[in-house]
């Protein structure tokens, strides 16, 4: 949250000043439910889920959009550990970074009036509901 607070600390008056703007923050869908044995890094991520939401009121007036994407696993260093190896990382149905990123691309590629607020992404090998 800290990098998440000074990043729109230092970003948001120069946004102001120019009318417009796109800040975008990578939470997890860790910020949507929270996980067993994973409590403060879902705290963090539901937080951050709540500053984009505070924020995009605040600054949507000044034609910023504030959003938040939330992926689901993603092939990284980042997944290796909770009984994850490298290898069963490399082999799973995560995500490339790549898939995340042409999400983020998506969302900043929105019409000047239309923005996303909150978007979810998952890989498609997770088990059904």
Known sequence: MKSSFLFARYT?????????????????VAGLQGYAGEA?????????IGFAQALDGELRKHGIKVGAICPGGVKT??????GRTEEGVKSSYMMEPSE?????VFACMQPRNARILQMTVRHMGEPGR
Request: with cysteine.
């Open 12 to 28: 948001a008056p120069p946004m102001i000043e120019q009318k417009g703007g796109e800040i975008l923050f990578i939470s997890s």
């Open 40 to 48: 403060v890094y879902c705290a963090s991520k539901f937080a951050q």
């Open 77 to 82: 260093e980042f997944a290796v550990g909770k």
């Open 100 to 104: 995340v990123a042409d999400a983020i």
